[in-house]
Every structure is written in structure tokens, then in C-alpha cells.
């Protein structure tokens, strides 16, 4: 769904996890750009994009750029990225071109965060085929369940013929105010109709998240210390606790 804190969180959870001293990169698969110029990253019409690697014209590994943020690298997009639903409508493999891009600079990051359209279009699907796991950022509002269900059915459509193993990393509740009874509600109902999948931190609404990008940083780098900075740290915390919890010890050499 459009505006619900996709971008803020890719990048903000981006940097936590490299701040964690992970290799991290950040995947711009919005024609919008917005993590590409949030994170300060000028648009110029000389650079590859996520547009041609996606048309394999250019190799993924020339295109990455690293970013002011130690660990933090990133494959940016700029509006030419919206040609591509068009450009690859009769192509061959054209729903696994990020996934077989990414396997080429596999070993170099320990994590990739992909940042979405608001649309269950080809990017969208390729970003879901590419995926270990989907977060869903859902703003606590009257319409909050909008849309998820569709997306729920495209995530059990792309298990089906593409990537099995694809799963619900978690619901990561953004925008959150909790001087509204109305943010108390949605909460209350969204804990009840997914149970565990939500995330125990939740984002709260403060103006430093919204600011960060207009400086081209993300909210570690704006200021450390708010408390959009600390929900993404936590965040971070969290699913890395979930993931340790999810390997087996028998597994423990494919553990990152
Ligand atoms: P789109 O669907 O257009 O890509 P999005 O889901 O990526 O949108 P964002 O761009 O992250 O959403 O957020 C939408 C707007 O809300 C932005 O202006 C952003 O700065 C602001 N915003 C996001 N999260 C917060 C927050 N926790 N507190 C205050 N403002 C926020
Ligand atoms: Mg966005």
C-alpha cells in the first residue's frame, strides 16, 4: 500500500543492520527513487540502475554504490525503473531477473533489504522472488487492512510457482501515536488477526524519521539518539533474535 513507511523502514533497517556490522545492501525497486535520494545518493543520468540491470544491459556488481553509511551499500533506481512492467512483458525469465542478479554478489552481503512500489506489479514480484522473507509495514489507521489481503494472496501465488520457501518476516506497525485511541484500536485489532507475525517494537510517529531523508541520511546518521533511531535499532534487534531462534544447530553453517 502507498505511504505506509516501506521506504522509511528499508532504509532505516538497512542502516540499523549495518550498523550491527552486517554487509548490507539496499535495493531501490521503486521508479519513485526514494531510497536512492534519501540516503543522498544524487540522480544523475549517467549511472547504472536497478533499470538496467533488471534488462541486463549492465552487471549488478557495476552498478552498487556505497553509500556515507559504513556497511551500507546500494542499487539505485531512478524513474526509468516504470518502463519496466512494459519492457519486460514479453521477455524470458522476466520474473526472476532480480533474483539471478543478486546470486552474482551473494557472498558479499550478509543481508538485502528490497525497497517496493506500492503495487503488485512485475518489480513487486520480482522483489518477492528474489526474497527470503516479506515485511509488511501496515500504518495504524482506519484503513490499515487494505490491501493486505491481496498481497497475502500474491505472497501464497509466488510460494507456489517461484519460491516456495518465501515467508512473513513480520508486520511492523509505523506511524504509530499512541495518544490516539484510534492507533490503540488498529493495534489491538491487527495483534489479534496476525497474532505473533507483528512485531513486538512498533515505529512511532515522530518528525526526525520524516526529516532524515531531505539531509540524505538515514535516522542513525540524523540523530542516534530520537526515538526513530531506537525503533529501528530495536527492529533490527528483533528480527535478528527471530532468525537465530529459526536455525537449527544441524543447520548452524548456512547461519549468517
Ligand atoms: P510509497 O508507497 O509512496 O513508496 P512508503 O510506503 O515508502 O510510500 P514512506 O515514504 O516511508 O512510505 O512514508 C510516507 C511519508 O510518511 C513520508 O513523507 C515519510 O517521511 C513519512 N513517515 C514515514 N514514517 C514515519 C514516521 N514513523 N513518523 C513520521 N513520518 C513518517
Ligand atoms: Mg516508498
New binding site residues.
Given amino acids: ?10 532504509i532505516n533497517l538497512a542502516a540499523a543492520l549495518a550498523a550491527s556490522e552486517f554487509q548490507v545492501l539496499l535495493v531501490d525497486s ?1 521508479p ?1 527513487g ?1 531510497s536512492t535520494t534519501g540516503l543522498g545518493i544524487e540522480k544523475t543520468p549517467d549511472r547504472n540502475t536497478l533499470y538496467q540491470v533488471l534488462l541486463r544491459e549492465v552487471s549488478i556488481r557495476d552498478s552498487i554504490l556505497p553509500t556515507a553509511s559504513e556497511g551500507l551499500s546500494i542499487l539505485p533506481t531512478d524513474q526509468n525503473l516504470v518502463a519496466t512492467n512494459l519492457d519486460l512483458v514479453d521477455a524470458e525469465e522476466r520474473e526472476i531477473r532480480l533474483k539471478t542478479a543478486l546470486e552474482e554478489v551473494g557472498d558479499q552481503f550478509q543481508y538485502v533489504i528490497i ?4 503495487a503488485l506489479d512485475l518489480l513487486t514480484l520480482n522483489a518477492l522472488v528474489a526474497s527470503n522473507s516479506v515485511l509488511i ?1 501496515i500504518q495504524c489507521e482506519f484503513f490499515a487492512l487494505e490491501g493486505v489481503s491481496q498481497l497475502m494472496d500474491t505472497v501464497d501465488r509466488v510460494k507456489e510457482s517461484f519460491n516456495p520457501d518465501l515467508a512473513i518476516e513480520g508486520v511492523l506497525l ?3 501515536d499512541d495518544r490516539t485511541n484510534l492507533t490503540r484500536q488498529v493495534e489491538a485489532d491487527l495483534r489479534e488477526f496476525f497474532g505473533e507475525e507483528v512485531f513486538k517494537t512498533v ?9 532524515a ?1 531531505s539531509f540524505g541520511k538515514s535516522i542513525l546518521a540524523y540523530d542516534p539518539r530520537s526515538r ?1 533511531a531506537e ?1 529501528y535499532i530495536q527492529l533490527a534487534k528483533e528480527i535478528l533474535a527471530h532468525e537465530q531462534r529459526a536455525v537449527k544447530p544441524e543447520s548452524a553453517q548456512s547461519a549468517r
Fill in positions: 500500500k502507498g505511504g505506509v513507511g516501506k521506504t522509511t523502514t528499508a521503486d519513485q526514494n525497497d517496493c512500489p506500492p509495514p509505523t506511524m504509530y515505529v512511532p510517529r515522530t518528525i526526525r524519521l520524516a526529516e531523508p526513530g525503533a
